[in-house]
């Protein structure tokens, strides 16, 4: 009887355990959940790649190919943003670091880089 009571409370003890461990894990997948970007995050994402653009000017456009999530290579979902950025590298990195601290989860698929066509600057 005395072994059964022990064995009862080695599995109360482990199941206590796993349970903490899950209520970790589930704070974790709440804060990264956090910074996916759902309908109203976008908005927010917007307006803070705005303040980026107004304190430094460097972010000349952003839009959206698509609205919904779309699934990419990797199996994961995300919208796909543009980003134009023009200026010098130094501007261009400055804002880059900007967009690296907002606080959402994206990452770059593409990027191109290349001197503006200088015929449309001047018209």
Do not use: C, H
């Amino acid at each position: 009887m005395k072994k059964i009571r022990i064995e009862a409370l080695k599995d109360e003890q482990s199941v206590s355990f796993e349970f903490d461990k899950i209520s970790q894990a589930k704070t974790k997948a709440d804060q990264i959940g956090d910074r996916y970007v759902d309908d109203s995050g976008v908005v927010d994402f917007v307006n803070d790649l705005e303040k980026i653009r107004n304190e430094n000017g460097v972010i000349k456009n952003v839009t959206f190919a698509n609205q919904s999530p779309i699934k990419d290579k990797t199996g994961n979902y995300g919208i796909p943003v543009v980003i134009e950025l023009q200026g010098n590298w130094e501007q261009i990195a400055a804002d880059i670091g900007w967009i690296d601290l907002l606080p959402y989860i994206f990452r770059a698929v593409k990027i191109d880089v290349g001197k503006p066509n200088f015929k449309e600057v001047v018209k």
